[in-house]
């Protein structure tokens, strides 16, 4: 398809540092492939990384939500299901970003958290004090789809 739509163009030369035209050439060699084909596809790679941003700041509320109580629900449950304090201190940051993305708080789920980490014999009553929080978290974050988007 790009190939018939190349063969009716008409051939410009463009000037390229001798270093990086030497690179072209190299790569062109591994694979086998014209060097226009390689800043062809370059080209594109880079179009397409510049608009996704715009793209993730389009996606739907219900997507972005989704997304952040399965972040958190999975640090926390890893926090729990093996007890270290470097996941203790991923599972603080990945809570404290949530809440300042979505706008949601969560200072009750992180001093849950803190008190349980600083427990000498953990019970699963314990664990379920946790639990409890982490769902009111949850419940905050599917009440914001019932506000108003702007």
Not at 70 to 80: D, F, P, Q, R
Not at 96 to 120: C, H, M, P, Q, W
């Amino acid at each position: 398809m790009i190939e018939n739509s190349i063969k009716q163009e008409r051939w410009k030369h463009i000037k390229v540092p001798a270093s990086f035209k030497e690179k072209l050439k190299q790569m062109s060699e591994r694979e086998k492939r014209a060097i226009w084909q390689i800043i062809y596809d370059a080209f594109t790679y880079y179009e397409a990384q510049k608009r996704r941003p715009r793209i993730k700041e389009d996606l739907p509320i219900l997507d972005k939500v989704s997304w952040y109580i399965a972040k958190t629900s999975m640090a926390v449950c890893w926090y729990l299901a093996t007890l270290s304090d470097t996941n203790y201190e991923l599972t603080v940051k990945t809570i404290t970003e949530t809440g300042a993305r979505l706008g949601v708080d969560t200072r009750e789920l992180l001093s849950v958290l803190e008190t349980f980490k600083n427990i000498k014999q953990k019970t699963s009553k314990h664990r379920a004090l946790v639990l409890k929080a982490l769902k009111k978290t949850i419940q905050d974050m599917i009440l914001l789809l019932s506000q108003p988007q702007e």
